[in-house]
């Protein structure tokens, strides 16, 4: 049986400009670590590697498509950029793209596979390597694309927290 950590675990969901797929990522990890009995194990949160949105707000057609499906849309998101220290600092980095985590390698940032993950590397079935498909230049209806791939990597992602914690916590 193992023991509750004394802090949560950190996890990030890195994207590019923290707009659209990390935030969604964070929304939908927080409501399933919540409704698993897991949100006293892991604090989530979102950021970008660029900085060509910060300050932003999440994109609407990402909001939209969180409401729709019953996820906290209402909460506001301000883009930023990762810091270097909030990337040291997490004990989780998942990534919708290789190239955000290969961003963070050429800033000194350790993404070791211990560290740092694909959010896809927990979908059953997907290509290793895969990317979380990118809805931002699309229509409304790839949000609803991206968050289907987001919800069927959850199962996984939950299981590591549950390992990366101590074990406590039931689905």
């Known amino acids: 049986m193992g023991q509750q950590p004394s802090a949560p675990m950190d996890v990030v969901f890195l994207c590019l400009g923290n707009i659209c797929r990390s935030p969604m990522a964070e929304r939908v990890a927080r409501a399933h670590a919540e409704a698993a009995g897991l949100a006293g194990l892991v604090q989530v949160s979102s950021a970008?590697?660029?900085?060509e949105e910060e300050g932003n707000p999440m994109d609407h057609r990402a909001r939209a498509v969180l409401a729709r499906h019953g996820?906290?849309?209402?909460?506001?998101?301000?883009a930023h950029r990762i810091t270097d220290a909030e990337a040291a600092g997490a004990s989780l980095i998942v990534a919708a793209e290789r190239r955000h985590l290969d961003a963070l390698a050429r800033r000194g940032i350790d993404v070791s596979p211990q560290r740092a993950v694909l959010l896809t590397s927990y979908v059953p079935g997907a290509v290793p390597g895969s990317p979380l498909p990118d809805p931002w230049y699309g229509t409304a209806s790839g949000f609803d694309d991206t968050l289907q791939v987001v919800e069927a990597a959850m199962p996984g992602f939950l299981d590591r927290v549950r390992r990366q914690a101590g074990g406590a916590g039931t689905a």
């Open 71 to 78: 996820y906290d849309a209402a909460t506001p998101h301000v």
């Open 48 to 51: 970008g590697v660029s900085s």
